[in-house]
Structure formats: structure tokens, C-alpha cells
């Protein structure tokens, strides 16, 4: 049976999981949350790619099969290093979410949403550039989503949810993009309040462009349900009280890993 | 010459390096940042304390004479451990901040607002109920405060700054608390839009407490400017852009340093 092996800097990357088992609920997973130096994307690529190594160094020793990189910052910064060195496949989340967003758009013009490391790296831009040469790429930091989300502030109707979203958002509607990537694991709690105040804009969700991949390459097995451990580099207690809200299911525990 | 120790989670510290140098110019400080692994107060005490730790060690192979902890959330559980290990005096913000909310305070209705670690550790409530029996302490978390502070979005007329804060305040407006404990390094951004929200409430910044508490312990020299160090765990450059907002006056370099 195949084993994913995925990492993210914390309770976010458990979007994409969620993606992942939607689309291959046969798959046994081990998710490694780096909750003891969450956030990564305020933070430099160099350091980054140091912790982004360690992590797939302790899921390494699990014996998996395929890497996924769920956070778009290490995504974006380090899956050279992480290539490099894994003796399996290391996916990322923005060439995936990159492709799908360039083949959606009408008109080429695109936006990108992400933590300021995942911004300022430009690897969505370049990577849709890749994908659609000509394309035009408007890349926004919204710094302030991330902690929204964690306080389980996302109800599109609630006015400091829409002061925040229309403060980030008007410069790219302005823009005129018909495309937008949610390039944060965050984002897609905010999606409801993204397309209040972007109505006319097509979102692209990273996890369901990743999701697709894996399931390209990992064979699925009729009528099995996955067996899913979690790892996390902070005490468990914080990680299982709101890790449900992020995986649309309970998880009941989670092992203490130092990295 | 006396050399000060500060260390913080990241930049908010440099809140209390000013207050100390406007009490104290002529001393020596080594300041560190640890920015690669900032914010703490998201993070469990066991965490916080492993970080405090070897922040500490790095300061004192400095020849530090003493260590203030700049940051509420190390100062509300890492004490103990920290002087403990030290051969040196280690002052926190949370006894300061405490007593001089406690002897202002007239009714005994005392607000905390800091981050989840602080508040949850209950280190504020326990304090001021030390210096005064009896008082009533209402403590909140206001986790949206600090990405606030660091986008620069402290305007008190900023509608989306008006939201947040009448949100974590209004409860506290409504305990009828007459002085409140800023007790973050970040929340002095702030202050103007938090004292428009609570207009009778006496405001207490923890820095202006332990800026006193170090005067009284290092001598003054008269016409002497200090020499001052700065060290950060993740690459500098963030650290320089943002470090002038919150210390009050340019910092020019800053030590790159594995803790």
C-alpha cells in the first residue's frame, strides 16, 4: 500500500490532505505539522528550506512512498533542496495550482494570493509564466488572512472579514484578473468572503491542483480506507483542538516529534 | 559599563529596548531577535522555554550583567528555567507591568490583554493578585493585534483597526475595568486605537514598568551614549526594515546567529 508523506508549517497544509483524501481515500498518510516555528511565510527562503529538510527528513524515516510539500511558502522556495536530497518524489503545491489557474483564465490576466515568502519568492509567477507565456501576474501578500482563519473569523457577512478581504482584494479586481490563486493553505477558509469581493473572478484552490497529481501517480485501491498518522513539533494539544476545522474530520491524536 | 541582555521573539522587543534607553542612555544592550522561530505566543510553554533557553545562552556568552525577557509570553512561563540557568539577574515584564496596574488601578477592575500563551498561563492574573488581593483580573487574547502592529494598519481611524479592537475590547469595556495591562510588546502600536475604544481606562505598557525596574539596578553614567548590538536567528534584512518602527530610531546592522 502507498504511504504520502506530507508537511506543512502547521494545521494549514490539512487542506490539502483533506484534497487528497477527497480525491484518493484509499492512501495512508503521515502529515508532520512544524507547529513549533509556524509561520514559515514571514520568514526567509534560507531558513525555510533549513526546516522544510528537516521535516522531510523525520517523514523519510516513515518509509513513504511520494513527499507532498503542502505550504505554498516552502513550495515555493524549497523544493529544489528538497529534490535534491529525498530519495522519492517531492511535489509541491504551486506548479500544480500554477497550471490549473493558467489553463482557467480567458483573458491572461491572473492574480496570486500568498504569505510575503510565497510572494516574494515569485515562483507563482514564474511558474504561470512557464504555463502561459504573455500571461500578466498580479501577485498580493495578505498577511493578515492566516491569523483571520485561526481565530475562525471567516463569515463573509462579519465587517471586519470584509474591511480586511476588500483592503487586500480592490488592487487586484482593479487589476481586472479573471483568475485568482488561493496560494496559502489558509485561504480556502476565507473562500466564501474571496468570492464576495471578487464575484466575476475564478478561484483556483492549490490543494485541489495537488490533489489531482497524486492521484495520477498513486494507485487506489477499491473499497480501503487510508490509515492517517499526525506528527507535530509543539506540544499536541493546540494542533488536535483545531485541526478538525481544517480536515473536515476529527483527529483524535498526535505524536511529539522534534525535527 | 554595564551591558543589558534583552532577547524577544522577534521585533516587538525593541518596544522595551526604547523604554529602556529613554530611562537608561549610557548603558550597553545586546539585543536578540529570535526571529527565525517568532511569534512564541501561539506556542506551548514546554516550547517557549526550550527557546528562551538558548536565547539566554547566546546573550550571556555576550558578558551580559543582566537579562530582561522583552517578551510577555517568554516572561509569563520561562522564569523559573531561565534564572535557574543564569548567573546573572533576569527580569520579566509581567511583575512590573503587574504592579504598576495594580497600584493604579482604583476600583480593582484590571484588564490583560496579551496573546494566548501569556494569557493562558495566567502569569498577569497571578501577579497582580500578589500585589492586591482582592482584584478583580479579566485577561483576553487579542491574536489579530500583532500582524495588525506589523502591517502598520494602527490607525485609530482605520475602520478595519476599529473593528478588531472593539471586538477583543468591548467585553472588557463591558467588566467595567478601569486600567488595562498592555501586555505585549506589540500592542504600544496600538495604543492610541485602544484608548479610543476604553476612553476612561488607564493604560499600562509593561515596558515603561520594567524600564523603571532596570534603572533602579544599573547605575547612570552621566554624558555616556551606550553601544548597541543586535542579533536575529533568521537573515537580517526583514528584522532592519521593520526595526525603526518599533525601537524609534534607525538600526543599521544586525548579527545573523544559530541559537
Not at 43 to 64: D, F, G, H, M, P
Not at 115 to 135: D, K
Not at 198 to 217: F, G, K
Request: charged letters at 25%.
Amino acid at each position: 500500500m502507498s504511504r504520502i508523506g506530507i508537511f506543512d508549517s502547521g494545521v494549514g497544509g490539512l487542506t490539502v490532505q483533506r484534497a487528497i483524501l477527497a480525491a484518493l481515500p484509499s492512501a495512508d498518510t503521515v502529515y508532520l505539522g512544524d507547529t513549533a516555528r509556524v509561520p514559515y511565510g514571514t520568514k526567509s527562503a534560507e531558513t525555510v528550506t533549513q526546516y522544510s529538510l528537516r521535516n522531510a527528513r523525520v517523514l523519510a524515516r516513515r518509509e513513504i512512498d511520494l513527499l507532498v510539500v503542502a505550504c505554498n511558502t516552502a513550495s515555493a522556495v524549497a523544493l529544489p533542496a528538497l529534490r535534491a536530497e529525498l530519495p522519492v518524489p517531492v511535489l509541491g503545491v504551486v506548479e500544480p495550482g500554477a497550471r490549473v489557474a493558467a489553463k482557467a483564465s480567458r483573458t491572461g490576466r491572473i492574480g496570486v494570493i500568498g504569505t510575503q515568502g510565497t510572494v516574494a519568492s515569485g515562483a507563482y509567477q514564474a511558474a504561470i509564466l512557464r504555463e502561459r507565456p504573455g500571461a500578466e501576474v498580479v501577485a498580493r501578500a495578505c498577511p493578515l488572512f492566516v491569523p483571520l482563519a485561526e481565530e475562525g473569523w471567516t463569515d463573509p457577512d462579519d465587517e471586519v472579514v470584509r474591511g480586511v478581504v476588500r483592503r487586500y482584494l480592490d488592487p487586484l479586481r482593479d487589476a481586472a484578473i479573471d483568475t485568482l490563486v488561493l496560494g496559502c493553505t489558509h485561504y480556502p477558509l476565507l473562500r466564501e468572503a474571496i468570492a464576495r469581493a471578487l464575484p466575476e473572478v475564478r478561484l483556483v484552490d492549490s490543494a485541489d491542483a495537488i490533489a489531482e497529481e497524486v492521484r495520477a501517480r498513486i494507485p487506489a485501491v477499491a473499497g480501503r480506507s487510508g490509515v492517517h498518522r499526525f506528527l507535530v513539533t509543539d506540544v499536541p494539544e493546540r494542533f488536535l483542538g483545531v485541526a478538525g476545522r481544517f480536515l473536515g474530520r476529527t483527529v483524535e491524536s498526535a505524536e511529539h516529534v522534534d525535527v
